[in-house]
């Protein structure tokens, strides 16, 4: 102990040489100006808090961990196999079949348990890749998946009742991508489903099914598949190499990517060992043999080394990312049009008061329309109104004067008619006269007074008019007779 | 109690649905080796506590914190020496990065001198609550800027350490009720008994009964609060620690000798009063609640529960305004709830978006 505060007190008194400078503490901190002044102190005894990172591993024991891995490769790469091999169990049997239309995902979780390690862990796989004649769309249906991940945790997050702890992480970790060993180069839609992928996910490539390939080839295999991906601009994971403890194996490994796997669970006996391997007439393939394959090293580095660093790579990197570019996709910045900053509940009021004033302006322009559009049908049936109006009185008129007209036609008629009896009467008095005596007076005073009673008979003032207008003796004979 | 708070723990419960079955594996294939690369990554980004002494003046507040981390933080002030006592409340922050066996802490201490001093101390509570209030304001606009930052500097105040003067009366004076029901809703507190070498053991049994009585009463859930044990383990632990709350301790940062140990202490005519001596007082069990079992649960609590509910509240709070929701909803989820009529003291918070006239009272 006292070597240890020997040991603190000379790196301090190095730190306190560079601080002499600094001023006593007792710093104002006034809300908004906190100033931060972390000077290292030394301590003159043993507090305790070196149990500070087994408290925080004793924590995350109880939360359990989880760890999503989706594997990319076409069907009967042996994904399923490698995902059995490593994590050194039979999660599933049946195989799956060449002949989907589509390229889906199919996710299944496990528990595992190692020692007081919980693991949920995420195995994601995708059936049918490659296998359709057209494969334009196979690469989609990942990125929308990993994409959906992404969604998930930032709808969790942007709650306001949230619970973050309780969550499970479903975000994919790391992305296995199985090549085939052609021992030529990438495919096309290996290429294309690997940039579509990197800015989302960490990727490792492997060779699939490495057995088929000799060590040569694979060599060359190895350096073609790099310098293809990079001089695509392919982002694949790199070990990480920054802490001390790890870097040197990590920067080893980098130069063995993309590693050349061997996945079986079939046990062999070699020597007097049961080993996993692969049995064929020319030899045994053994799975943890390194010279045979690298699958030790990918155990080894997903694993065993680097598993938190790939969790916290897709939180820090990949995901806030995601969330920023759905952010500003939606209209909100960080800084406003005067780069002042701006926040995102000021950018989604000021949003929200606009999609308000747009709302109020349509509402407005609708009921407008619709008093417009009242008020022309109005018009339209005032006029039609008047129109029949007009016709009406027309008509009336017309009907008016035709009345008028028929009545002057018929007066006409009568008069005509009066007329035409008078000279039949006279006509026929003649011929009476010419044929008879005068004796027959009475008879002729009988004519006329029927006639003259007819005639009163007819009536109207067109007779008596017709009278007045008539002989004189037609006019005397009545007033004697009566 | 409060009904925005979450009844489950801050760490999850070990799932059990039948849609994870779980697997057996054949071999060791090293899963377990995750919990060596967590420390490496814990070590190499260090640790962030923060901590406040609230209590009256010349309560030793300043020496329990240089006892604490066993270094001078501050320079005691002696009474009657030094500086006078302020007027009004005055929040004081000092950070400091120690450093033991690889382990790096950066440890912030809020001092509140004037706390309680005033003749009227009416809302003297006020200002600290707006302190923590804004440490979580701080933090939640960092939280939600578009480009964050990869790791948000945590300046909330993960325990707040109240200090009782050691009357040995029946009960809790008001302003201690008052500020303990207030506070205890935002933050972990852990009241202690200060300068207890006054108090005879017995003195000091029946004081801690009474208060413990009091706060029980009163509905004041101090640190470790029941509703937050997880499991049966930690049921029993945090009800030994519940036993003894309040701690009855003294401070000192000066060494003497006492049986050829050189141990921190306070020399009186009668004697030395060992500080790391659990028969003279409990110094040792507040140290190891606060510092060696309790530290990564403090923070827990703080981020999981209170900051959440300060979050909730924050976001719920925009609802009352007419000018409408506060929040993105990207998916149609359920309405958020209004905001639900809390307990006074949140009436009286700190917020900037308004254009109401809050308390403003710093």
Known sequence: ???????????????????????????????????????????????????????????????????????????????????????????????????????????????????????????????????????????????????????????????????????????????????????????????????????????????????????????????????????????????????????????????????????????????????????????????ENENHCDFVKLREMLLCTNMEDLRDQTHTRHYELYRRCKLEELGFTDVGPEHEPLSLQETYEAKRHEFYGERQRKEEEMKQTFVQRVKEKEAMLKEAERELQAKFEHLKRVHQEERIKLEEKRRLLEEEIIAFSKKKATSEIHQNQSFMVPGSSLRKDKDRKKLSNAQVLEGGSGVGEALRAGSLSSRARPVLQR | MDPLRQPPSPCSSRPSSPRTPSCEMLGYVGIEAVLDQLKIKAMKMGFEFNIMVVGQSGLGKSTMVNTLFKSKMWKSTLPGLGVPTPKTLQLQSVTHVIEEKGVKLKLTVTDTPGFGDQINNDKCWDPILGYINEQYERYLQEEILITRQRHIPDTRVHCCVYFVPPTGHCSLRPLDIEFLQRLCQTVNVVPVIARADSLTIEEREAFRRRIQHNLRTHCIEVYPQKCFDEDINDRILNSKIRERIPF?????????????????????????????????????????????????????????????????????????????PGWVNLAPGPAPSPASPQATPRTMKVCRWTQDNSDDEY
């Not at chain 1, 495919?187 to 699939?208: E, F, Q, W």
């Not at chain 2, 530290?295 to 007419?322: C, G």
Request: charged fraction near 20%.
């Open chain 1, 1 to 287: 102990m006292a070597s240890e505060v020997a040991r603190h007190l000379l790196f301090q008194s190095h730190m306190a040489a560079k601080t002499a400078g600094m001023p006593s503490q007792l710093p104002d901190s006034e809300q908004n100006q906190k100033k931060d002044n972390t000077r290292s102190l030394t301590m003159s005894g043993h507090v305790g808090f070196e149990s500070l990172p087994d408290q925080l591993v004793n924590r995350s024991i109880q939360q359990g961990f989880c760890f999503n891995i989706l594997c990319v490769g076409e069907t009967g790469i042996g994904k399923s196999t490698l995902i059995d091999t490593l994590f050194n169990t039979n999660f599933e049997d049946h195989e799956s079949s060449h002949f989907y239309p589509h390229v889906r995902l199919k996710a299944q979780t496990y528990e595992l348990q190692e020692s007081n390690v919980h693991l949920k862990l995420t195995i994601v796989n995708t059936v049918g890749f490659g296998d359709q004649i057209n494969k334009e769309e196979s690469y989609q249906p990942i990125v929308d998946y990993i994409d959906a991940q992404f969604e998930a945790y930032l709808q969790e997050e942007l709650k306001i009742k949230r619970s973050l702890f309780n969550y499970h992480d479903s975000r994919i970790h790391v992305c296995l991508y199985f090549i085939s060993p052609t021992g030529h180069s990438l495919k096309t839609l290996d290429l294309l489903t690997m940039k579509s992928l990197d800015s989302k996910v960490n990727i490792i490539p492997v060779i699939a099914k490495a057995d088929a390939i000799s060590k040569t080839e694979l060599q060359k295999f190895k350096i073609k598949l790099m310098s293809e991906l990079v001089s695509n601009g392919v982002q694949i994971y790199q070990f990480p190499t920054d802490d001390e403890t790890i870097a040197k194996i990590n920067a080893s490994m980098n130069g063995h990517l993309p590693f050349a796997v061997v996945g079986s669970m079939d046990e062999v006996k070699v020597g007097n060992k049961m080993v996993k391997a692969r049995q064929y007439p020319w030899g045994i393939v053994q799975v």
């Open chain 2, 248 to 324: 009855a301790v003294v401070g000192a940062d000066r060494e003497h000798l006492v049986n050829g140990r050189c141990v921190l202490g306070r020399k009186t005519k009668w004697g030395i009063i060992e500080v790391e001596n659990m028969a003279h007082c409990e110094f040792p069990l507040l140290r190891d609640l606060l510092i060696r079992t309790h530290l990564q649960d403090l923070k827990d609590i703080t981020h999981n529960v209170h900051y959440e509910n300060y979050r909730v509240f924050r976001l719920n709070k925009s609802h009352v305004l007419p000018r409408g």
